[in-house]
């Protein structure tokens, strides 16, 4: 039965049908193969694996992110992030980053990310004279940002389906390693910015320049305070936090009169079918990684592992090297989704901290959204840019080694991911 | 034959934005109602859910049309044009047998789950269960219109938002 899931799954992935399909057809051809099990056990854990009020801050985040973009509130944000640091070397570069980051406190997604301010400035680059493929490969790199720093749509995933791991403790835990993440990539804008000679806007943002454009994003930066603030002062919960924000992104929309009834009802429409995208690979991975449970495969692995090292650094960096791995050929929620109750076990049984274990694996799977073969965020920029694949690939290197030095920190130094959810009481 | 497509996804689009809209209002209120006047209704967590989850079986159809289920393309960009349509009809053959099995399967477990009770609202657990059946005879109408689209690579989004779901 395991062979036939296995390699069902492989096939269906290599031959192009849709992810979310390959692991319920694999799931269900496996049952129906082994005969023992009841099919109908397929069905219900499907409905299951997406029946969790707390899965349901997906679709408000979602929703909340179109909102604010339909907002225009990318261009405010914008020109703060540029009175900011648009004057430094590689200034444009930096824009880039702190854009990113502050966009990543609005949504949890790279894709959104790299399709919004990401696409905009990688423009805005080019135009300053900025190598094509630098400037989209930086835009590429920056939106990895967008699922660490909360709120992340895949830290919800990851804690929906790990015990003793609550939402907001894995928002907390993505705020230095989100942090991070923008300054290594600033290091090596900086570097390379140094080397071809990239230079910032000549003269610096005036004082009341900086007021104007802080004011002018303000709506904006006040959002990550009410879904960060509502969280870990126990006011809501994340779930309740993503309908707030929407609510609040609905109100500016009204008072900014961004809104058409027509753009409203698309924003909506989008957000639902976004969510059903996403949804449907969690409902149908549950029917593959609970097979995968019942077949014993993580004990098994973990059996394995442990008869190599007992030492849970190095079992970390196992796992991370697979997660990687993985990373490069699946697609990063499918991912996420098999790979959590698969590594997790083993990860735990060597004391590993859950939140530390869930930063890891959800920084790791997303760097592999900008390499290719399977990079879907290289895809976005690559398409939005008209630039060829290998090209952005070879141009992202510098930055993806930057990227992978921070995620060496996350594996060898557990304080940076337990570090501020366990200032606010949420260890475990 | 275009008319009835165009009125079908038409409705599949309001009801996965009036789902989602609903659940939004439902879940915000409670937040109003539990600092604003002190009550909270224990049945808006679980009616949230079954909601979305309705919503997420009812949007297959359109994430479909929209290009936005995932699939990994590389063998079949690799291929000759001629043997890549053959492999796309073949997806598709193989997505519509899948999802018959799924609608069949999940009459049956609307069936299993009529004589049990959830635990907020105290229906049968069967009405939630409908999302699957629904989901998957709605994803087979939108699938049966969609096809030869679906082979051409011919998928309908707006412009400004990428080729794939924005989740990950």
């Not at chain 2, 936005?68 to 073949?90: Q, Y």
Request: aromatic share 10%.
């Amino acid at each position: 039965m395991a062979k036939t899931l296995i390699i069902l799954f492989f096939a269906t992935l290599i031959l192009s049908v849709p992810v979310a399909f390959t692991m319920g057809i694999a799931g269900m051809v496996a049952i129906y193969v082994d005969g023992t099990l009841n099919p109908l056990i397929a069905v219900q854990r499907m409905f299951a694996g997406i029946d969790s009020f707390p899965l349901m801050a997906v679709p408000f985040f979602i929703l909340c992110s179109e909102l604010m973009t339909a907002c225009g509130l990318t261009k405010a944000l914008l020109r703060f992030a540029n009175a900011l640091v648009g004057h430094l070397r590689g200034g444009l570069g930096h824009v880039n980053i702190l854009v990113s980051m502050l966009f990543a406190g609005i949504s949890g997604s790279a894709l959104a990310d790299a399709a919004g301010p990401s696409a905009i400035v990688m423009r805005m680059m080019r135009e300053a004279g900025y190598e094509k493929n630098y400037a989209g490969a930086l835009s590429a790199a920056t939106a990895t940002i967008g699922p660490i720093i909360p709120p992340s749509i895949l830290a919800v995933i990851f804690a929906i389906s790990t015990k003793g791991v609550t939402v907001g403790g894995l928002f907390l835990a993505g705020i230095l390693p989100g942090i991070l993440l923008g300054l290594a990539l600033a290091v090596a804008n900086h570097i390379v910015s140094t080397k071809y000679g990239y230079r910032g806007s000549d003269t610096r943002a005036s004082w009341t320049e900086l007021r104007s454009a802080s004011l002018a994003a303000l709506p904006a930066l006040v959002m990550p305070a009410i879904i960060l603030g509502g969280i870990l002062f126990g006011i809501f919960t994340p779930t309740e936090a993503g309908a707030v924000a929407s609510a609040y992104a609905l109100l500016l929309g009204v008072v900014l009169r961004a809104f058409t009834l027509r753009g409203l009802y698309d924003a909506f429409a989008r957000a639902a079918i976004v969510t059903s995208s996403v949804f449907l690979i969690v409902a149908m991975a549950s029917i593959f990684a609970w097979l995968l449970t019942y077949l014993q495969i993580p004990q098994e692995l973990a059996k394995s592992i442990t008869q190599i090292t007992d030492n849970k650094l190095a079992i970390l960096f196992i796992l991370a090297g697979f997660a990687l791995v993985c990373g490069l050929f699946i697609d990063t929620l499918p991912a996420l989704i098999i790979l959590t109750p698969i590594l997790g076990p083993i990860a735990y049984s060597a004391g590993i901290d859950p939140l530390q274990f869930g930063m890891m694996l959800v920084l790791n799977l997303t760097i592999g959204m900008v390499t290719p073969p399977v990079g879907p965020v290289l895809f976005v920029i690559a398409t939005v840019g008209q630039l060829r694949i290998e090209s952005l690939s070879r141009a992202i290197l510098p930055l993806l080694l930057a990227e992978l030095i921070v995620l060496l920190l996350v594996i060898t130094i557990p304080g940076i991911s337990t570090f501020v959810p366990n200032f606010f009481g949420f260890a475990n | 034959m275009k008319k009835v497509e165009h009125i079908i996804v038409a409705v599949n689009h309001a009801v996965v934005a009036g789902l989602l809209a609903i659940t939004f209002a439902i879940v915000f209120m409670n937040v109003v109602g539990r600092y604003g006047f002190g009550i909270s209704f224990s049945w808006v967590e679980e009616a949230a859910r079954h909601l979305m989850i309705l919503a997420s079986f009812c949007g297959a159809g359109l994430a479909l049309r929209e290009g936005r289920l995932v699939t990994i393309g590389i063998v079949s960009d690799m291929l000759p044009e001629r043997f890549s349509v053959m492999l796309r009809w073949a997806v598709v053959l193989v997505m519509f047998a899948f999802m018959i099995v799924m609608c069949w399967l999940g009459v049956q477990f609307v069936q299993f789950g009529w004589n049990k009770e959830t635990m907020a609202t105290g229906i049968p657990r069967g009405i939630p269960y409908m999302s699957i059946p629904i989901g998957c005879g709605l994803f087979l109408i939108q699938l049966c219109f969609f096809a030869k689209r679906f082979v051409a690579r011919d998928f309908e989004y707006d412009a400004g938002t990428p080729p794939t779901g924005e989740a990950s």
